[in-house]
């Protein structure tokens, strides 16, 4: 049974950092891509940052670049957002999900099989 648990959300001040883990269990991380994604009260979820497991090809939404990080930790079969820089607009439910055989440059929600139930990210002072 393929699970996704998300963690490492919560409240943090502008300009602070959390890191959101991503832990997968029942399926092999080896062949899927793994995307971030977050959605703010009402707007559409939009993919934050995806990565392939298979090619390690990578996205990074524009308003994300330089400022977060996405990896993985094979021993743990976890995958990793460090978000550092954060700012008010980065605030939002943050999920993680996977794509059997997935490129890491395509990282649109639809596309998406698994996913987490969210974790909760806010930014302010």
């Known amino acids: 049974q393929v699970q996704l648990v998300e963690s490492g959300g919560g409240l943090v001040q502008p300009g602070g950092s959390l890191r959101l883990s991503c832990a997968a269990s029942g399926f092999n991380l080896d062949y899927y891509a793994i995307g971030w994604f977050r959605q703010a009260p009402g707007k559409e979820r939009e993919g934050v940052s995806c990565?392939?497991?298979?090619?390690?090809?990578?996205y990074y939404a524009d308003s994300v670049k330089g400022r977060f990080t996405i990896s993985r930790d094979n021993a743990k079969n976890t995958v990793y957002l460090q978000m550092n820089s954060l700012k008010p607009e980065d605030t939002g439910i943050y999920y993680c999900a996977a794509l059997p055989h997935g490129s890491g440059y395509v990282c649109y929600a639809g596309l998406y099989d698994y996913w987490g139930q969210g974790t909760q990210v806010t930014v302010s002072s």
């Open positions: 990565l392939s497991m298979i090619d390690g090809s990578t």
